[in-house]
T-cell receptor, first 114, second 117 residues
Framework: AQKVTQAQTEISVVEKEDVTLDCVYE???????LFWYKQPPSGELVFLIR??????QNEISGRYSWNFQKSTSSFNFTITASQVVDSAVYFC???????????FGQGTTLQVKP | DAGITQSPRHKVTETGTPVTLRCHQT?????MYWYRQDPGHGLRLIHY???????DKGEVSDGYSVSRSKTEDFLLTLESATSSQTSVYFC????????????????FGAGSRLTVL
């Protein structure tokens, strides 16, 4: 069975601090995809990144970076110099082949205070 | 914005009544999904569809049924609503072309908040 765990339920930081959101996944499949979605207070779900199991390169996009480590089954998300607009619920998700259905973690609520 | 709309956006109903939520897309995407979001559980898959009249159960399908008679519409029905089905329901679509591919990026609707009294 597949599972995604986001152990941090809520995180609160002050603006400009760096923050890392943890994601640990479980699967016996060798081919899979990992995702991060953002849910701002308005409620919609916004896709941030997709990474396949054969690509362990870290990725940076502006203030966002992702660290994928198969050895620890983790796909962590770091926001550098956080801003109030980063306040949201962040979901990590797993998709295995075949099937393609997304399995979500419980979500981490990030609050960035001015 | 992706052409995906959910209706109704908000609904309050009583235990035992039937409820139907509608998801409509204008993207002609083959794949559609219904998730529910509850505190502490993230999003959990209820049902999904790989095409017209091709549907399957997700991890929390008990008490729910779905229908897809047209590519653009995916209906979620609660035959007899219970208080445990109070939740926010999200529809999602995907342009995945291969059923065996796990690479699909889901685009989500705005959500439907259902309260069962």
């Amino acid at each position: 069975a597949q599972k995604v765990t986001q152990a941090q339920t809520e995180i609160s930081v002050v603006e400009k601090e760096d923050v890392t959101l943890d994601c640990v996944y479980e699967t016996r499949d060798t081919t899979y995809y990992l995702f991060w979605y953002k849910q701002p207070p308005s409620g919609e779900l916004v896709f941030l990144i997709r990474r396949n199991s054969f690509d362990e390169q870290n990725e940076i996009s502006g203030r966002y970076s992702w660290n994928f480590q198969k050895s620890t089954s983790s796909f962590n998300f770091t926001i550098t110099a956080s801003q109030v607009v980063d306040s949201a619920v962040y979901f990590c998700a797993l998709s295995v082949v075949p099937g393609g259905k997304l399995i979500f973690g419980q979500g981490t609520t990030l609050q960035v205070k001015p | 914005d992706a052409g995906i709309t959910q209706s109704p956006r908000h609904k309050v109903t009583e235990t035992g009544t039937p409820v139907t939520l509608r998801c409509h897309q204008t993207e002609n995407h083959r794949y559609m999904y219904w998730y529910r979001q509850d505190p502490g559980h993230g999003l959990r898959l209820i049902h999904y569809s790989y095409g017209v009249k091709d549907t399957d159960k997700g991890e929390v399908s008990d008490g729910y049924s779905v229908s897809r008679s047209k590519t653009e519409d995916f209906l979620l029905t609660l035959e007899s609503a219970t208080s445990s089905q109070t939740s926010v329901y999200f529809c999602a679509i995907s342009d995945q072309t291969d059923r065996g591919s796990g690479a699909n990026v889901l685009t989500f609707g705005a959500g439907s908040r259902l309260t069962v009294l």
